[in-house]
């Protein structure tokens, strides 16, 4: 059974910074591309940034320049990088594999932008 395990999530001021963590189990990690995810209240869950098993990597425009994705196949682990925190960040963030596997959303963790 795939799981994910998100963690490192928090509130945070404005300008701030975060580094979550996902810990991958049932799935041969270093075979899949994985990403971050993030859904706001009232919206629908929306990539992040995604990072191949080539390291190659894609963001959303919003986060170009704030957010680094990377990983340590050795733990089965994705890591978010997250600096210069606004207030739009505010979501529950989420990792799975690109595309997504549907059956296999962890429980997420909650990154809240506030002053």
């Known amino acids: 059974q795939v799981q994910f395990v998100e963690s490192g999530g928090g509130l945070v001021q404005p300008g701030g910074s975060l580094r979550l963590s996902c810990a991958a189990f049932?799935?041969?990690?270093?075979?899949?591309?994985m990403a971050w995810y993030r859904q706001a209240p009232g919206n629908e869950r929306e990539y992040v940034a995604i990072?191949?098993?080539?390291?190659?990597?894609n963001y959303i425009d919003s986060v170009k320049g704030r957010f680094t994705i990377f990983r340590d196949n050795a733990k089965n682990t994705v890591y978010l990088e997250m600096n210069s925190l606004k207030h739009e960040d505010t979501a529950v963030y989420y990792c799975?594999?690109?595309?997504?596997?549907?059956?296999?959303w962890g429980q997420g963790t909650q990154v809240t932008v506030s002053s």
């Open positions: 990072m191949t098993i080539g390291g190659g990597t």
């Open positions: 799975n594999s690109f595309p997504a596997n549907s059956g296999s």
């Open positions: 049932g799935i041969s990690f270093r075979i899949h591309a």
